[in-house]
């Protein structure tokens, strides 16, 4: 059925398309798959390796690969007065696990070092069993502090404060490795097992003023020692060498030095340690150093108007001094309107002047080393960034620009060490409720960070979740095995399944996984990222509305929910506005009113930079989408902010609609199946009727025959409205249930 024709709503911004972009598009920040369909990108498009030359600070959270085996909440952190050499804590169970010399970190390629952990750059010192660490006593990771090169680490052992700093010291040609203890007070003793080296002789002494405690095996020597002290001593049991911190009326310090080699050579190392400078005072490095990041100031691109919206371009530094890959995952805003940007690679960054003109933009690296931060929310002027880890608080305590405090707000989260299990999407609620999606299924986290609860599982790789008034909360999970298409899914009640992983049948649960809030065509978005809600008040009639981010087609869509006897479903329909990168993220600033988008590339997208931050502004009166919808047995309720011109509205050819269903199987995606014969391919033809123009004039009724339960139907309209402007669909909806005819 052919649609009458008339001015259709274009989807992109035809100035943001031009040639000043285009250009831009092929400078810094491109990648291999920038220019190419998303049809046409396959897994060498996504192999970059650049991540190897940025200066990622002076640690990263990862996973992480030891000889001691797989520690999934690793920190990497460099040591030495020139970086050479490094060492891994495991931050779920506070210990250092290994230590190695001759270079940081190497990452794969493989889609921009994003799927594999990165690997040791050097030759292994020694490593640690995963029993390493505090014995007999809860032990939690609290915060890491910066201070030039070092970094100290704060752990609550039992009811202790205990402060450590790693380092390194080239001894004579000796490879040591330091680790400065400082426990505040307390009346109980305090046991970490260091290492433990199997099939070995061990051997604890005191002699010269030095605690020795040695682990032997085939003529190779794993020694730790430390000035004599009744604060603390060395013991080795069945290859194990054990710290012991004795009850403390105040504050005390513990160095101990590591090193591993020859049998010949321990006298020498025992000679060094004897020599070596005291304890460093823990509770000053753990004061702010210096400022470390240099500030970059650059103009951003003013967007011209176009279907009542406006995309500006907030130009990303790609070429900056440490190298640093610019993939932004989150944005949010301090109370003096700057933002705060996440990448996806482990930095933030604080934006500012984010003004009408855009002239003089300044951004500074606020914080690094953190794991694969996919979303951040600034609560208090406070950024708590989500990692793969654990929700850090970062703190700038000497109000220079920089985090110098990170704090671990909440460690609740289960990181695998799967490749592709990505943690997404920090929202909060009214009641300061945190959320985020990750392979088990949508998260709660309390306000103190200190409980966790899941909401909703069976999601394929989601990337995408929002949090509306009341709230309302929304996941959108990846096409793949039991996830047919895109799909956005609303949590109506806990324990909600949404298929992934199969179906889990119940008499409340009949198709084995809860109904979704609507179905979208992969042509239409062939990959999700989030939900975001438009305040009240702003943007005219699409006030209080959500929109859904299209990171794949790098693009988003107005999503009408309809609720019919307390089900609800959606209809999508794109807006104007085409974005540099895949919009990931999206804030509405409580400074200008405006939506800023935080954009990455990845697999599969159209993309045509590295990352964006972007700022979509409402400039139009006019809203040529629907801006709400029901279903009835008999037909479709459409209403626009408009009047409708009558006579084309009520033309039965000023509509098509077609209707299919998904087969929902562990295949990878769905063809599209008749709803009248489920055994054949294709969409169905759904007959229009009659059209009707309700007394508001801005609705229509669109009667049809009879309606069932649908999971896709398209349909296409181009209306005028009286004023001489129009509105064109498609508009993307899902049935799962019906209301009384109309």
Same mark, same amino acid.
């Given at each position: 059925?052919? %649609?009458?024709?008339?001015?259709?709503?274009?989807?992109?911004?035809?100035?943001?398309?031009?040639?000043?972009?285009?250009?831009?598009?092929?400078?810094?920040?491109?990648?291999?798959?920038?220019?190419?369909?998303?049809?046409?990108?396959?897994?060498?498009?996504?192999?970059?390796?650049?991540?190897?030359?940025?200066? !990622?600070?002076?640690?990263?959270?990862?996973?992480?690969?030891?000889?001691?085996?797989? %520690?999934?909440?690793?920190?990497?952190?460099?040591? $030495?007065?020139?970086?050479?050499?490094?060492?891994?804590?495991?931050?779920?169970?506070? /210990?250092?696990?290994?230590?190695?010399?001759?270079?940081?970190?190497?990452?794969?390629?493989?889609?921009?070092?994003?799927?594999?952990?990165?690997?040791?750059?050097?030759?292994?010192?020694?490593?640690?069993?995963?029993?390493?660490?505090? +014995?007999?006593?809860?032990?939690?990771?609290?915060?890491?502090?910066?201070?030039?090169?070092?970094?100290?680490?704060?752990?609550?052992?039992?009811?202790?404060?205990?402060?450590?700093?790693?380092?390194?010291?080239?001894?004579?040609?000796?490879?040591?490795?330091?680790?400065?203890?400082?426990?505040?007070?307390?009346?109980?003793?305090?046991?970490?097992?260091?290492?433990?080296?199997?099939?070995?002789?061990?051997?604890?002494?005191?002699?010269?003023?030095?605690?020795?405690?040695?682990?032997?095996?085939?003529? +190779?020597?794993?020694?730790?020692?430390?000035?004599?002290?009744?604060?603390?001593?060395?013991?080795?049991?069945?290859?194990?060498?054990?710290?012991?911190?004795?009850?403390?009326?105040?504050?005390?310090?513990?160095?101990?030095?590591?090193?591993?080699?020859?049998?010949?050579?321990?006298?020498?190392?025992?000679?060094?340690?004897?020599?070596?400078?005291?304890?460093?005072?823990?509770?000053?490095?753990?004061?702010?150093?210096?400022?470390?990041?240099?500030?970059?100031?650059?103009?951003?691109?003013?967007?011209?108007?176009?279907?009542?919206?406006?995309?500006?371009?907030?130009?990303?530094?790609?070429?900056?001094?440490?190298?640093?890959?610019?993939?932004?995952s989150g944005v949010d805003f301090f109370s003096d309107g700057s933002a705060a940007v996440c990448t996806i690679h482990g930095d933030v960054w604080r934006v500012s002047g984010?003004?009408?003109?855009?002239?003089?933009?300044?951004?500074?690296?606020?914080?690094?080393?953190?794991?694969?931060?996919?979303?951040?929310?600034?609560?208090?002027?406070? !950024?708590?960034?989500?990692?793969?880890?654990? %929700?850090?608080?970062?703190?700038?305590?000497?109000?220079?620009?920089?985090?110098?405090?990170?704090?671990?707000?909440?460690?609740?989260?289960?990181?695998?060490? $799967?490749?592709?299990?990505?943690?997404?999407?920090?929202?909060?609620?009214? /009641?300061?409720?945190?959320?985020?999606?990750?392979?088990?299924? !949508?998260?709660?986290?309390?306000?103190?960070?200190?409980?966790?609860?899941?909401?909703?599982?069976?999601?394929?790789?989601?990337?995408?979740?929002?949090?509306?008034?009341?709230?309302?909360?929304?996941?959108?999970? +990846?096409?793949?095995?039991?996830?047919?298409?895109?799909?956005?899914?609303?949590?109506?009640?806990?324990?909600?399944?949404?298929?992934?992983?199969?179906?889990?049948?119940?008499?409340?649960?009949?198709?084995?996984?809860?109904?979704?809030?609507?179905?979208?065509?992969?042509?239409?978005?062939?990959?999700?990222?989030?939900? !975001?809600?438009?305040?009240?008040?702003?943007?005219?009639?699409?006030?209080?509305?959500?929109?859904?981010?299209?990171?794949?087609r790098c693009a988003m869509a107005l999503v009408l929910r309809d609720v019919v006897d307390g089900q609800p479903q959606g209809a999508a329909v794109a807006l104007p506005g085409?974005?540099?990168?895949?919009?990931?993220?999206?804030?509405?600033?409580?400074?200008?009113?405006?939506?800023? %988008?935080?954009?990455?590339?990845?697999?599969?997208?159209?993309?045509?930079?590295?990352?964006?931050?972007?700022?979509?502004?409402?400039?139009?009166?006019?809203?040529?989408?629907?801006?709400?919808?029901?279903?009835?047995?008999?037909?479709?309720?459409?209403?626009?902010?408009?009047?409708?011109?009558?006579? /084309?509205?009520?033309?039965?050819?000023?509509?098509?609609?077609?209707?299919?269903?998904?087969?929902?199987?562990?295949?990878?995606?769905?063809?599209?199946?008749?709803?009248?014969?489920?055994?054949?391919?294709?969409?169905?033809?759904?007959?229009?009727?009659?059209?009707?123009?309700?007394?508001?004039?801005?609705?229509?009724?669109?009667?049809?025959?009879?309606?069932?339960?649908?999971? +896709?139907?398209?349909?296409?309209?181009?209306?005028?409205?009286?004023?001489?402007?129009?509105?064109?669909?498609?508009?993307?909806?899902?049935?799962?249930?019906?209301? /009384?005819?109309?």
């Amino acid at each position: 059925m052919k %649609i009458k024709p008339s001015v259709a709503i274009g989807i992109s911004l035809l100035a943001f398309l031009s040639n000043t972009w285009l250009a831009q598009a092929q400078s810094a920040g491109e990648h291999k798959a920038a220019g190419k369909s998303v049809e046409q990108q396959a897994e060498g498009d996504w192999a970059d390796a650049r991540w190897n030359q940025t200066d !990622v600070g002076p640690f990263l959270a990862s996973n992480f690969q030891s000889q001691g085996g797989t %520690i999934a909440k690793g920190l990497s952190i460099r040591v $030495g007065d020139n970086g050479e050499a490094a060492v891994c804590y495991d931050t779920a169970n506070p /210990a250092l696990r290994a230590a190695w010399t001759g270079g940081f970190l190497k990452f794969d390629g493989r889609r921009f070092g994003l799927l594999a952990p990165p690997a040791a750059a050097g030759g292994w010192a020694f490593t640690a069993r995963s029993d390493a660490g505090w +014995q007999g006593v809860t032990a939690r990771h609290e915060a890491l502090h910066l201070n030039g090169k070092r970094v100290v680490l704060d752990t609550r052992v039992g009811e202790a404060l205990v402060r450590e700093s790693p380092w390194f010291e080239p001894a004579d040609g000796l490879k040591v490795f330091t680790r400065t203890f400082e426990a505040l007070s307390g009346s109980d003793s305090l046991h970490c097992r260091l290492v433990v080296v199997t099939r070995a002789t061990g051997l604890a002494s005191e002699k010269n003023g030095v605690a020795l405690a040695t682990a032997e095996r085939d003529g +190779q020597v794993l020694a730790v020692a430390m000035r004599a002290t009744e604060a603390a001593g060395l013991s080795v049991n069945e290859g194990a060498i054990n710290l012991v911190l004795r009850p403390r009326t105040q504050t005390q310090r513990v160095k101990l030095f590591v090193w591993s080699g020859p049998r010949e050579k321990l006298t020498q190392f025992e000679k060094y340690v004897a020599a070596a400078p005291a304890a460093e005072n823990l509770t000053t490095l753990s004061q702010p150093g210096a400022t470390r990041w240099p500030a970059i100031t650059n103009a951003g691109q003013i967007g011209f108007p176009s279907d009542g919206f406006a995309v500006d371009t907030i130009t990303v530094p790609y070429a900056n001094p440490s190298k640093a890959l610019m993939f932004c995952s989150g944005v949010d805003f301090f109370s003096d309107g700057s933002a705060a940007v996440c990448t996806i690679h482990g930095d933030v960054w604080r934006v500012s002047g984010l003004d009408d003109k855009l002239r003089k933009v300044t951004w500074r690296r606020f914080a690094t080393g953190l794991f694969q931060p996919l979303g951040l929310r600034v609560v208090n002027d406070r !950024v708590h960034v989500l990692g793969r880890d654990q %929700i850090t608080v970062l703190h700038d305590e000497n109000r220079d620009g920089e985090a110098d405090r990170y704090e671990n707000f909440c460690n609740l989260i289960d990181t695998s060490t $799967g490749g592709h299990d990505y943690v997404t999407c920090l929202e909060r609620d009214a /009641a300061g409720n945190f959320y985020y999606v990750d392979p088990k299924g !949508v998260q709660r986290i309390s306000p103190d960070g200190k409980t966790k609860e899941t909401l909703a599982s069976g999601l394929r790789n989601p990337n995408g979740l929002g949090v509306g008034p009341g709230p309302i909360i929304t996941v959108a999970p +990846q096409q793949g095995e039991w996830t047919p298409s895109s799909v956005i899914f609303e949590v109506v009640k806990p324990g909600a399944h949404f298929g992934y992983r199969g179906p889990q049948t119940t008499p409340e649960r009949p198709i084995g996984y809860d109904a979704p809030l609507c179905w979208l065509p992969h042509a239409f978005d062939n990959s999700s990222a989030s939900q !975001v809600w438009v305040p009240e008040g702003k943007w005219g009639a699409l006030g209080g509305h959500m929109l859904h981010l299209l990171w794949g087609r790098c693009a988003m869509a107005l999503v009408l929910r309809d609720v019919v006897d307390g089900q609800p479903q959606g209809a999508a329909v794109a807006l104007p506005g085409k974005f540099l990168s895949g919009p990931m993220r999206g804030t509405f600033s409580p400074n200008d009113g405006h939506l800023y %988008i935080a954009g990455s590339t990845g697999w599969q997208t159209s993309a045509a930079k590295d990352g964006s931050f972007q700022r979509v502004r409402r400039t139009g009166t006019v809203t040529r989408t629907p801006i709400a919808w029901h279903a009835h047995r008999n037909g479709l309720k459409l209403t626009f902010a408009e009047p409708l011109e009558k006579s /084309a509205a009520e033309d039965p050819g000023s509509y098509a609609v077609k209707q299919w269903n998904y087969r929902y199987t562990s295949s990878y995606g769905s063809k599209d199946y008749s709803v009248a014969d489920p055994s054949k391919e294709g969409r169905d033809e759904v007959v229009v009727r009659s059209a009707k123009v309700l007394p508001d004039g801005k609705s229509v009724f669109i009667e049809t025959a009879e309606l069932k339960a649908v999971m +896709q139907m398209e349909v296409r309209y181009n209306l005028p409205f009286s004023s001489g402007t129009s509105a064109a669909g498609p508009l993307y909806l899902t049935l799962n249930k019906l209301a /009384a005819p109309f």
